[in-house]
C-alpha cells in the first residue's frame, strides 16, 4: 500500500479548484473514438473516506477486458487533500487515485471511475480530471444522475436514454441489467460515448454496476479498514 502526501501547491479554496477546472478543461479530448470494448486492459479506480480521521483510500483494479480476469491491482492512503464541496469532489481524490495508477504493475488501458466526466456541473468530473492528467482514455459510470435529467429507459438491457443539462445532452442514461435503475455514463477523455457504453455494458455481465467499480470498491474499502482499523 502506498501512502499519499498532498502535492505541494494543491488547491487550498473553491477559487483557486475552479481556475484548475477551467485550465485542464480546455484540455479534454473529445474527438478519439477510444480502444474498442473488450481488448487490452480495463481499471477501475474508486475511493473510500474516513472523514473523522482525516483519511482517504483509493483502489485500482486491472481487468482483461476480455475475460474480466484480474491482472492486477494497487491501494494508496493518505489525507483528505480538499474539503467536501459539491462539483469540486476530484479534488479530495485525484492525488491518492494517481498513486494507485503509478504503483500498478500493467498499463491500466481504459480507466472507469465511479463518477463523472462531462456530465458534471462545470463539465469537468473526475473521469475528465484524470484522463486530461494521465492521457489516459476515461470514462464516468455513476450510481445516480447528479442534477441532471432523464427519460426512464427501456426495460431491456442495454435501453438508453439522454442525460440532459437542460436541452445539453453531457451523458446517457444506461440499462445493464432487465429492469433494473440505469446507470449514468458520461465521456471523461480520448473517447467517444457510444464506445463508453460499449464498454459499461461488456463490464456488467451479471450487476448492475461495472465489475471494475464493484472490485475497486471493495478493494478501497478494505484498505481504508486496514489505515484506520474500523469498518
Partial sequence: MTTVDIPAGWPATEEEARAVQDELRARVVLDEPGPPPGTGHVTGVDVAYDDERDVVAAAAVVLDAGSLDV???ATAVGRISFPYVPGLLAFREIPTVL???DA????????VCDGYGLAHPRRFGLASHLGVLTGLPTIGVAKNPFTFTYDDPDAPRGSSSPLLAGAEDVGRALRTRQGVKPVFVSVGHRTTLDTACAHTLALT????LPETTRRADALCRRAL?????HP
Fill in 99 to 101: 498513486a494507485v495508477l
Fill in 225 to 229: 479498514h486496514e489505515a484506520t482499523g
Fill in 205 to 208: 455481465p451479471r450487476f448492475r
Fill in 104 to 111: 500498478l504493475p500493467v498499463p491500466p488501458g481504459l480507466v
Fill in 71 to 73: 491482472l492486477a491491482e
